[in-house]
């Protein structure tokens, strides 16, 4: 083999391995590309006061008012740490809310709609009212963010 060809083939193989990293990287950046429809969840809400240290230790933060989130639906908000947080109102008065992360690849959900959450980069959905694997190819459910109803708002606990 001649140095030519032992070039070439590393340069192939950086060049796959680089197309296999940058995807997921490019699926992340991609989620957030604004309301033109593609590629974007429209996000609502939720301001982060000043020293938040994520979701489990930030209680009492607001992350969107009820009114915003509608029944048998949702919206997908920022949670104090920046990361994304799926609320869904499964009736009047109870809401739910999880980990916008969808378990099987790291693409975020989208709103939740007819009590189902669905992750649109390869079909997954989750049931609203407890984040559970409706459909794969997830295997596990969405992780529970522990939220309440406060007045007109819907807090983290």
Same mark, same amino acid.
């Given at each position: 083999m001649n140095t030519e060809s032992l070039v070439s083939r590393r340069a192939a193989l950086c060049?796959? @391995?680089?197309? +296999?990293? $940058?995807?997921?990287? +490019?699926?992340?950046a991609c989620g957030s590309a604004g309301p033109s429809g593609t590629g974007s969840t429209p996000?609502? !809400? !939720?301001?982060?006061?000043? %020293?938040?240290? !994520?979701a489990s230790g930030s209680a009492g933060t607001a992350l969107v008012a009820l009114a915003d989130?509608?029944? %048998?639906? !949702? @919206?997908? #908000? *920022? %949670?104090? %740490? =920046?990361?994304?947080? #799926? #609320?869904? /109102?499964?009736s009047a008065t109870e809401v739910k809310a999880y980990d916008a992360t969808c378990?099987?690849? =790291?693409?975020?959900? @989208?709103?939740p709609a007819n009590g189902?959450? +669905?992750?649109?980069s390869h079909g997954s959905q989750f049931a609203a009212a407890d984040g559970a694997v409706k459909k794969g190819p @997830?295997?596990?459910? +969405?992780?529970? $963010?522990?939220? /309440?109803? *406060?007045?007109?708002q819907v807090v983290l606990t």
């Open positions: 060049g796959i @391995a680089v197309a +296999l990293a $940058v995807p997921s990287g +490019l699926v992340t996000t609502r !809400g !939720g301001s982060a006061p000043t %020293g938040s240290t !994520g989130v509608p029944e %048998g639906g !949702g @919206a997908v #908000v *920022d %949670g104090p %740490g =920046g990361e994304k947080i #799926v #609320v869904a /109102r499964v378990p099987h690849q =790291g693409s975020m959900v @989208a709103e189902t959450i +669905l992750c649109p @997830a295997t596990t459910g +969405l992780r529970a $963010v522990a939220v /309440r109803v *406060d007045g007109d």
